[in-house]
C-alpha cells in the first residue's frame, strides 16, 4: 500500500505552488498568471491535460478529471469556502462565483476537478472565465446562478440536476443502489448552522426547495455491495458518502482513483482538516470506516 502511494505521489505531483493568498478572482480578471497562483494553477493543469492527451473529447471526461484530482493532492482544505461572501453580505442579493484551485472544501474540489477538465477541451487557449462557466453550469440549479438559495446544496440534487443536464450521469441505478426514500430536511432543522438563514424569507425558501425533493429519487450503494461493484466505478466518478444522519443524503464528496496496481480509492479535501489527500484504504475500506456511513452515491462525468 506504502509503494502504491508512493508511485500515486511521484507520477502525479506538481511543484509546490505558491500560496500567497485565497482564489477566489473575479471571471475576467487581467491578473498575470506569475502573480496570480490559482491562474498558474489553471494554466499548468490544463497544459499538463494537453501534452498528456487527456483533452482529447475521445478520451472519457473522467480520466481527466481524476489526473486533475490527483495534480490537486496537498492543498489545502478550507471549510464552508463557499459561504465566506455571508460574512457581512446578502444571501439575497446574487451570489458571487466563489473559484479557487489554491483552497477546497469537497464541493468546490469535485467540481473544480472536473471544471478544469472540461475547459481544457474547449477550442482554443483554455481559460479562467471558461473554467468559471463550468463551475457555474454544475453548482446551481439548472445552471442559473442567483441569491444563496439557487445554489445545490445537497448532493443528491446536484446529482439529479447534473444528471438531467447531461453534465454527470447519475450511476447508482446500474450499480444496485437501493433507494433513499427519507426526507432531506438537515439544512432548515439545524438553521442556527447555517448563517443564510438567519434571514427569515432565505429559511422559508429553503424550506420550499426540501419539500419539492421529496418525490426525487436517491439511489445509495450500501456498504456491504460496494466491493462487489467496485470494478465498475471508474476513474474520475465523482463519489457521495451518504449517512444515515437525520434529513440528510450525504456527508462528503470525492473523486474515485485507481492507483498503479488497479486498487480504487478516492481523492479528497478531508472534512477533519489537512490538506487534500488520496486515501490509504481502497473505496471499500474508506466507507466501512466512516461513522453513519450507509453507502455511496456515484455519478460519472460526461
Request: charged residues 25%; hydrophobic residues 40%; proline residues 5%.
Amino acid at each position: 500500500m506504502i509503494g502504491d502511494l508512493t508511485y500515486l505521489a511521484a507520477a502525479l505531483t506538481l511543484p509546490t505552488p505558491l500560496l500567497r493568498r485565497f482564489g477566489s478572482r473575479a471571471l475576467g480578471a487581467a491578473t498575470p498568471a506569475d502573480l496570480d497562483p490559482d491562474l498558474a494553477r489553471f494554466d499548468g493543469w490544463t497544459a499538463d491535460l494537453r501534452t498528456e492527451q487527456l483533452a482529447d473529447r475521445s478520451i472519457p471526461l473522467g480520466i481527466a478529471t481524476a489526473r486533475i484530482a490527483a495534480l490537486a493532492v496537498g492543498t489545502p482544505y478550507e471549510a464552508h469556502l463557499l459561504d465566506a461572501y455571508l460574512r457581512g453580505g446578502d444571501a439575497l442579493a446574487t451570489e458571487p462565483l466563489t473559484l479557487s484551485l489554491t483552497r477546497f472544501d469537497c464541493n468546490s474540489f469535485v467540481e473544480s476537478c472536473v471544471a478544469v477538465a472540461r475547459a481544457a477541451r474547449a477550442g482554443g487557449q483554455p481559460t479562467w472565465r471558461g473554467f468559471g462557466r463550468e463551475v457555474e453550469r454544475m453548482r446551481y440549479r439548472n445552471g442559473l446562478r442567483g441569491d444563496y438559495t439557487t445554489r445545490l446544496h445537497y448532493f443528491s440534487e446536484w446529482l439529479a440536476d447534473g444528471d438531467n443536464r447531461s453534465l454527470i450521469r447519475d450511476v447508482g441505478f446500474a450499480l444496485g443502489g437501493v433507494e433513499d426514500k427519507r426526507p432531506l430536511r438537515f439544512m432548515t432543522e439545524h438553521r442556527d448552522s447555517y448563517v443564510a438563514l438567519a434571514d427569515d424569507r432565505v429559511f422559508k425558501a429553503m424550506k420550499e426547495m426540501e419539500h419539492r425533493l421529496d418525490g426525487d429519487a436517491r439511489r445509495v450503494i450500501p456498504t456491504a455491495r460496494i466491493a462487489q461493484v467496485e470494478d465498475r466505478i471508474q476513474n474520475g466518478d465523482v463519489i457521495g458518502f451518504a449517512t444515515s444522519t437525520p434529513g440528510l443524503d450525504v456527508t462528503h464528496c470525492a473523486i474515485a482513483v485507481r492507483d498503479s496496481r488497479g486498487i480504487l480509492r478516492v481523492v479528497h479535501p478531508p472534512t477533519s482538516g489537512g490538506n487534500v489527500q488520496v486515501s490509504r484504504v481502497s473505496l471499500p475500506e474508506y466507507v466501512a470506516q466512516l461513522r453513519d456511513a450507509t453507502g455511496i452515491m456515484v455519478g460519472r462525468p460526461i
